[in-house]
């Protein structure tokens, strides 16, 4: 447990740093994720819902952990019903997205 909590500390001074780049993040979450994936509810939409991505666990069955390294990979490569988006979005944008996907 403490761990588990002091991981969530560090996590949280993480995520003090790069607010602006969430919120950038939310906005094109918002444009090219949200039709897909529920953010607030834990609705199944076309792939699953990605809110608690926070807990570090992706939603599926495989429970990969929802790294930024592992979230990265699946907006680049998609897969299994996902577009890829590898050359639809910069490395800005990505940073962004992945950085806001990681509070939900
Ligand atoms: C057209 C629908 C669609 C769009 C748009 C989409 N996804 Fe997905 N996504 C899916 C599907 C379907 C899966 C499940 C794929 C699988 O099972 O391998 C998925 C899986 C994922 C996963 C892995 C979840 C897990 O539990 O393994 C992540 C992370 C993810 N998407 C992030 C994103 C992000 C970030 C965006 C926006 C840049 C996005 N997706 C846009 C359909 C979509």
């Not at 949280?12 to 607030?40: M, N, P, R």
């Not at 926070?54 to 979230?71: F, L, Q, S």
Request: charged content about 25%; overall charge positive; hydrophobic content about 45%.
């Amino acid at each position: 447990m403490i761990g588990i909590n002091m991981i969530r500390v560090g996590f949280v001074f993480s995520i003090t740093a790069v607010i602006a780049t969430a919120q950038d993040g939310k906005a094109l979450f918002e444009k090219k994720c949200s039709f897909c994936h529920a953010s607030t509810t834990d609705e199944r939409k076309l792939g699953p819902s990605l809110k608690g991505l926070n807990k570090g666990v992706m939603p599926d069955a495989i429970a990969k952990p929802a790294t930024r390294e592992n979230i990265l990979l699946k907006i680049n490569d998609g897969g299994g019903g996902m577009p890829v988006f590898r050359d639809l979005l910069t490395k800005e944008e990505k940073d962004a997205i992945v950085a806001y996907a990681m509070t939900l």
